[in-house]
């Protein structure tokens, strides 16, 4: 544990001069030297010099990745053919959805991704994972910068979105068709189980949350929904990471270990331990393909592909060479979500949350009330850890902070791991294989939910439940990012006594 806090300065020295910089000066010198430090804390001079040729070609990755977008002023008619690449945002009388072009007439080099709003649209409109021909007025991606709002040019440009534009006309009907490739077949299976799930559902209002749930599709909650979890910091409840394959991969590592247990006891030659990690890693990674394989999801999934392959080799590796690989996977998979809050809330609540476990263990022999003890100061200690740590970027990012959240997350995590998440699950699977269990399970799953959501009712009306705060300057936000850090930093140094000031 004593390698995993300094690696957040490891990190900063890095990712957070590539995110202040532009792309041209954040290249090669300035990216290296965060996955070389991070890797000299986490493994000596092997990992070091291996971490660093890896910063190397990220750092190349991410400019590359900067220099596809076009640069020139746009603002143009074009045939654009492409395909559905997520589902569509309804909104009042528009349907906004993300193309992945494959042409366009006349021809535009960089343009590959086109955010498209189409004003009054047909009953037959664009649906995940189709392919459609369209004239787009298309200009250069543009958006509001206000202080304090979300800045909708900077996630464009991570989105690698190089136009945004409305529809004009529509192509030829015979133009409408099947995208290619696995990824938009992953997407028509996955609108296909959220149309058998909205047909299941035994409570309307419960139905966004169920979609929501079980194939990671909120374009329908509403904007009252989205106001509770932010009141109440339970935002990262909703987004599926690594909290939610663990939760799916535990209880199916469990089952496989204890199945290849009885199989070898009956001469089968395999290992339960080796058994556990494969089930679990499958489970996982195809609840990561219902989520999309969104960057996220593939940056947990590795991490959680690196933990597995420990556990059935035997084989250690401290905590900060793991959330190393996860760092460095993030970034190999998206090398411009630098630019996203999820890189920076993610990375920094996994460094928190590794600092607060894995202390002291009580004597043998120690009843079930020592044990039950323990656990409740890790949890208290783990929430207390992620609140500080993340205080600063929650600060810089959203201008607010949830101080509900710091009390309804010890109650509402527990509760949404044990009593919603599990049914909605198991009725995702029910309505394909067995769909006259499906209702029954996403009752179950409505009455948690409106139980949850009375929870987190009565903690965002309490007094200062979510404070907003002026933006934090550079110099100030510095600061407090070293408070965070120290907060958490390893004895016997006696720094976390400036984690306060510098906090302040």
Do not use: K
Request: proline content about 10%.
């Amino acid at each position: 544990m004593t390698t995993v806090v300094p690696a957040v300065l490891a990190i900063a020295l890095g990712l957070l001069a590539a995110d202040a910089l532009p792309p041209a000066l954040a290249a090669l010198p300035l990216l290296a030297p965060g996955p070389l430090l991070l890797g000299a804390v986490a493994g000596g001079p092997r990992w070091a010099v291996g971490a660093w040729l890896l910063g190397r070609v990220l750092a190349a990755a991410a400019v590359g990745a900067a220099a596809a977008l076009p640069v020139e002023p746009l603002r143009v008619d074009a045939l654009v053919t492409g395909g559905v690449s997520d589902f569509p945002r309804a909104g009042p009388g528009r349907l906004q959805f993300v193309l992945d072009v494959e042409a366009t007439t006349p021809a535009l080099p960089g343009i590959r991704r086109v955010l498209a709003t189409w004003y009054d649209p047909p009953a037959s409109a664009p649906a995940p994972g189709e392919r459609w021909q369209l004239t787009l007025r298309l200009r250069a991606p543009r958006g509001l910068v206000n202080p304090g709002g979300a800045d909708h040019e900077r996630w464009l440009f991570a989105a690698g979105i190089a136009a945004t534009g409305y529809v004009r006309a529509a192509g030829p009907a015979a133009a409408r068709g099947r995208a290619d490739g696995p990824a938009a077949t992953l997407l028509r299976a996955r609108a296909a189980l959220a149309a058998r799930i909205v047909a299941a559902a035994p409570d309307p209002a419960a139905m966004p949350w169920l979609v929501g749930l079980a194939v990671v599709v909120y374009q329908g909650l509403p904007d009252a929904e989205w106001e509770l979890l932010r009141r109440t910091g339970t935002v990262h409840l909703v987004s599926v990471s690594g909290f939610h394959l663990t939760l799916v991969a535990l209880p199916l590592a469990v089952a496989g270990a204890g199945l290849a247990a009885a199989l070898a006891a009956g001469g089968w030659p395999v290992t339960p331990r080796v058994a556990g990690a494969v089930v679990a890693l499958a489970g996982a990674t195809v609840y990561g393909g219902l989520a999309g394989f969104s960057v996220p999801t593939l940056r947990s999934l590795l991490t959680l592909a690196a933990v597995a392959a420990c556990l059935a080799g035997r084989r250690g590796r401290p905590v900060a060479a793991l959330l190393a690989v996860a760092a460095a996977a993030a970034q190999a998979i998206d090398p411009l979500g630098l630019l996203t809050p999820s890189f920076w809330l993610s990375i920094g609540g996994e460094l928190a949350l590794a600092t607060a476990f894995g202390g002291a263990r009580e004597p043998p022999g120690a009843g079930v009330p020592a044990r039950a003890g323990r656990v409740v100061r890790e949890l208290a200690a783990a929430q207390v850890a992620a609140g500080v740590a993340l205080l600063p970027l929650t600060l810089a990012w959203f201008g607010q902070v949830s101080v509900a959240g710091s009390l309804d997350n010890l109650v509402a995590i527990p509760f949404f791991s044990l009593a919603v998440l599990p049914p909605v699950l198991l009725g995702a699977v029910a309505v394909s294989v067995a769909p006259a269990l499906a209702t029954p399970l996403f009752g179950l799953a409505t009455a948690a939910l409106a139980a949850w959501r009375a929870l987190l009712g009565w903690f965002a009306g309490l007094p200062f439940a979510l404070v907003e705060l002026p933006l934090p300057t550079p110099g100030a936000l510095a600061l407090a990012g070293a408070g965070g850090a120290l907060a958490r930093w390893p004895r016997p140094l006696p720094v976390r006594a400036r984690a306060p000031a510098c906090l302040l």
